[in-house]
Structure formats: C-alpha cells, structure tokens
C-alpha cells in the first residue's frame, strides 16, 4: 500500500504562487503515471497535470502557468503554480498507478482570492 501525503496548498491572492508537494512512502521510479488532479467544490475531479514518460502534459488552462518535477531520491513530486487564477481554487490531489493499482493523497486546498 503506497501513501501519498500531499502538503503546499493554502490562502493566495490572484497572480500569486504555490508550490505543492507530494511525498510517496515508497519509490516511485518505476511508476506507470503520476499526476495531479484537482477537484472544486460541486465539480468533477480533472485532471491538471500527467506524466508518464519522461516529459508531463498539461491541461489547456494551466499550460504556462504550472509546472510538475520531480525527486526521485525524495520519491516527491512536486506542482510549481504560478499566475493563480481564482478558478484555479480546489482540493489538488496527486495519484500514482504503480504496478497496476492507483493511489491517491488525501489532498490539499488551494485557495485563490480575487
């Protein structure tokens, strides 16, 4: 069983940053994907940012704006976000599928005030 303990969220203006974490209580080097989701209130959760190879996709709205990198000697993997928009406000989860099973954190919230 893999846990996933995200950390990073808070209270941010609009234009402002976070950084969120995601630390894995084992190594995730041979991961199959990993990525953040985000999840606002009364929506479904989406996607935000996805890696499977080598090189992440991001969704169309946060291009530009987020970046995802990762530690593998800290089995960490991290969301830069910067240009906060207040649609950007959600519980951000990350999750990996490590040999065949997903597993999610337990989340953390952003907020981004206008």
């Known amino acids: 069983q893999v846990q996933l303990v995200e950390s990073g969220g808070g209270l941010v203006q609009t234009g402002g940053s976070l950084r969120l974490a995601c630390a894995a209580s084992?190594?995730?080097?041979?991961?199959?994907?990993m990525g953040w989701y985000r999840q606002a209130p009364g929506k479904l959760r989406e996607w935000v940012a996805l890696i499977s190879g080598s090189n992440p996709d991001y969704r169309d709205s946060v291009k530009g704006r987020f970046t995802f990198s990762s530690d593998n000697a800290k089995d960490t993997v991290y969301l830069q976000m910067n240009i906060l928009r207040p649609e950007d406000k959600a519980t951000y989860y990350c999750?990996?599928?490590?040999?065949?099973?997903?597993?999610w954190g337990q989340g953390t919230q952003v907020t981004v005030s206008s």
């Open positions: 084992e190594s995730i080097a041979d991961r199959n994907t």
């Open positions: 999750s990996v599928v490590l040999r065949g099973i997903r597993y």
